[in-house]
């Protein structure tokens, strides 16, 4: 991206912060957060100081404020909650970075991060796509959504396959890459609104109001011959179902717990495992980190779909880091349409 | 194996068979069978006539009795119980199959069997093995473990293999070859006696008693530093356990489901998403029929390793058709030490 195609962005004297102040038992709301304010730091030998446009909230968030036994180090108390952003670097202590370069990696909800390359995960290239794509489509929801479902989902042309939250940052992109590898999609999703997205926008074959009925009537109706793959993002009866609506042999691609409130203890619901042994099911966790060598090529992969037309996708952007205490609380409750961001450029 | 070496079985003038006459909901008790008497059967055109010698008694014929979704059409009411059996061909009225050849294959619970070459699932061949061992080390048992572990479990050498059921059938098998290719092997069994006979005989490592204690205190104690793989034949409790003392991308075969006593409706349980995504496994369903083309490979190996010691069994030998009604509900209560046969040669 040309310099010329920067927008003005504001360059404030001070660094707007939200601070985690409380350790959330289940989804983290308003009260765990304070927003707070301190100068704008000075990055150190071989850092970059980066001024964060697009702050990405995310369910990972989640588990990354929880304190419980989890595949990411807790945010300390008192610490810069934990998040992706994309930003452009306005003053840089490493020879390989320049002033006015696009990235997006760990920044943190802040105006200013002061961050070493290690934590950027991707650099943003391609003038012909929006900045914010690189927050959602074509940061970590893509890139998890293209991994998980390639590496472990394996659909091949002709396969079923099954999407929770449809139309959510991941699984919209979920549900798009199977349609363009000939696969039939299902897409399961909660309003009617995200019905209409998941057909219309997303191409999902099919897609249904979860709500609407029983979860096992309505997959008994609409994918009575079975699905081949499973790509869940929100465990519970929605899972179940979704176990029980599989083919032999299928695939299931656990990439989130979503439905499920609190985790201490684990709820109670039907044991699956008979489930797993009779379908010979191959059921699996996906977490984006552990596939950060492919995190390039699969961004790579996905840019040149949205460049072509037949990736696409939908945002949620809040103005202002005020709303940024109870981003995550409100993505949980599906109130967003798109991916959901904050815009504080 | 040479003729020389057939002991004088029997050849009874009549047919007993054991019919399947009331469809259990649960493990199958001695009511659901009934003991019957029929002529000697003649094979047709490409057909065999076999004596049976040993009778298998497996935890999967559960499966085959049910008339609920399953991997195997259920068998029919009045119809012969389904078994493996090891027999010697009387008649052979396929070019392929001479009379005094031993096979390994789908006789049913009855003195003779008529089948045609694709329900032999092994020649049995070395005379250096007794004839017993094609029913279960060398049979569906040894191939399941083989296949199951090897295929689905994956194991490197230094890796920890947890093995539910350890002294079983499947389970001896499982943790033996797991010990050979240089793995830690830890056994679950459910009496003293059986931990005494994994730790001497099968060569685990560490053989604990899963009744001594709450299944997860004994794992937080003698598994603390976690599995990689996680062999279980059970689900349930221990599966329960197991699951969360699995390590960051553990690998758990689901072979058997044989502590939970009626899935008509599935009992509930602790969710387990949550392990699944946060330990990113792979819990794989194994059912030795999606195998077979493996099956032969899979003897041969087994076979070599009993030929050098490095393989052990155990068996558990009744000695009359007569137990056979009671035989699967004896299995379930774990009364057998060893593989459990019917002898009635």
């Known amino acids: 991206m040309s310099i010329s195609v920067i927008p003005p962005y504001s360059q404030p004297s001070r660094n707007r912060q939200v601070l985690l102040v409380e350790r959330p038992r289940g989804i983290p709301a308003p009260h765990h957060f304070a927003l707070d304010e301190g100068p704008v730091p000075s990055p150190g030998e071989g850092q970059l100081l980066v001024r964060n446009i697009y702050l990405s909230v995310d369910p990972a968030q989640r588990g990354w404020a929880a304190d419980v036994a989890n595949y990411a180090e807790p945010v300390a108390i008192g610490a810069v909650m934990r998040a992706l952003a994309v930003g452009v670097i306005v003053e840089s202590r ?29 650099h943003v290239k391609n003038p012909a796509v929006p900045l914010s794509a690189y927050a959602g489509v074509l940061g970590m929801n893509g890139a998890t959504a293209y991994l998980g479902l390639t590496k472990l989902g394996r659909p091949r042309a002709g396969d079923t396959v099954l999407v929770s939250t449809a139309g959510g940052a991941v699984g919209s992109v979920v549900g798009q890459i199977a349609r363009n590898l000939g696969c039939r999609t299902l897409g399961l999703t909660g309003t009617d609104a995200k019905v209409a997205l998941c057909q219309q926008r997303f191409g999902y074959d099919l897609a249904i109001n979860y709500k609407s009925a029983p979860v096992a009537e309505l997959l008994a109706t609409h994918l009575a011959d079975g699905a081949d793959v499973f790509f869940d993002n929100v465990g519970g009866p929605v899972l179940d179902a979704g176990l029980r609506a599989m083919r032999v042999g299928g695939r299931v691609v656990q990439c989130g717990t979503a439905s499920v409130a609190s985790w201490n203890p684990p709820p109670e619901g039907p044991r699956n495992e008979r489930e797993v042994l009779t379908r010979r099911l191959v059921w699996s966790g996906f977490v984006i980190f552990d596939h950060l060598a492919d995190f390039a090529g699969a961004v790579a992969e996905l840019e040149a779909m949205v460049v072509a037309g037949t990736l696409h996708y939908e945002e949620d952007i809040d103005p202002s880091i005020d709303s940024a205490p109870g981003a995550i609380e409100a993505l949980y409750a599906g109130e967003n349409v798109g991916k959901k961001l904050i815009y504080i450029g």
């Open 94 to 122: 490493h020879p390989g970075y320049r002033p006015g370069e696009f990235i997006y990696g760990w920044l943190g909800w802040q105006d200013y991060g002061v961050i070493a390359p290690a934590q950027i995960l991707c």
